[in-house]
Structures are given as structure tokens and as C-alpha cells.
């Protein structure tokens, strides 16, 4: 019998969202700080992070061809939720007295309202 190989369906990142601001932890744009652009799975892609260099084709468009820099995704693992300049920050989940569940980070001693989870309608 031959074993099939199970493919699993990627969750995308629930507390990193297309617009936040994330700082690199990890890499060669470590400490850089961008926004989110797109989320795509267990990849985003940062806006003015990890960016390399296609190669483009001659069209009729541009008969000589062109360089065209382009940023790469990278893994969630990588970036952290910026609340500062470069500050990053662990989300909690926390839940109020009215039952509604929100993102919370550490400032000093005390815990700061981040977002809701849920996403707005």
C-alpha cells in the first residue's frame, strides 16, 4: 500500500492583519519596522521588507526588459505587533466583563486594549 501524504491546510495568523504595524525579529531586516500589506496563510508580506530583485522580460510595453524590485512574504513567526517605534509586543487574549474577547499587551504593570478579535463587519 502506498501512503498518501496529507496535506494541511495552512490557518492563516490571527493576530497579525493586513494594515498592522510589525517589526522583524528575525533575519536580515531585523529591527525594521513596516506594514502589513497582505496575509496570505503563515506568510505576510511587509512593505519595504525582504525585498529582492526580479528580472522582467522584454513586452512591447518595455522592449528592453526591466529590474523590478519586489518584497517577498515572509513567515509570522519572523515580525511581532509594533505598538511603538520599534517596540514589539506579545498579545494576550483577554475577556472583559461583558464577555467580549480583545488583544491586550503589556505596558509596564499594566495591560493595554490592543484590538477586539473579532474582525469589524
Same mark, same amino acid.
Given at each position: 500500500?502506498?501512503?498518501?501524504? /496529507?496535506?494541511? &491546510? ?5 493576530? /497579525?492583519?493586513?494594515?498592522?504595524? !510589525?517589526?522583524? /525579529? ?6 525594521? !519596522? ?16 525582504? #525585498?529582492?530583485? &526580479? ?7 518595455? @522592449?528592453?526588459?526591466? /529590474?523590478?524590485?519586489?518584497?517577498? @512574504?515572509?513567515?509570522?513567526?519572523? !515580525? ?31 495591560? #493595554?486594549?490592543?484590538?477586539? #478579535?473579532?474582525?469589524?463587519?
Amino acid at each position: 500500500m502506498r501512503t498518501q501524504k /496529507i496535506q494541511e &491546510k495552512q490557518s492563516p495568523s490571527k493576530k /497579525i492583519r493586513k494594515g498592522d504595524s !510589525v517589526v522583524v /525579529i528575525t533575519g536580515n531586516d531585523r529591527g525594521r !519596522v513596516g506594514i502589513v500589506k497582505n496575509c496570505d496563510g503563515e506568510r505576510v508580506i511587509v512593505h519595504g521588507i525582504n #525585498v529582492r530583485k &526580479k528580472h522582467v522580460k522584454p513586452t512591447q510595453n518595455s @522592449p528592453k526588459g526591466r /529590474i523590478v524590485d519586489m518584497e517577498r @512574504p515572509i513567515h509570522v513567526s519572523n !515580525v511581532k505587533i509594533c505598538v511603538d517605534e520599534e517596540r514589539g509586543v506579545k498579545l494576550k487574549v483577554r475577556t472583559n466583563e461583558d464577555g467580549q474577547r480583545h488583544y491586550v499587551y503589556n505596558n509596564g504593570d499594566e495591560e #493595554v486594549v490592543y484590538r477586539s #478579535v473579532k474582525k469589524p463587519k
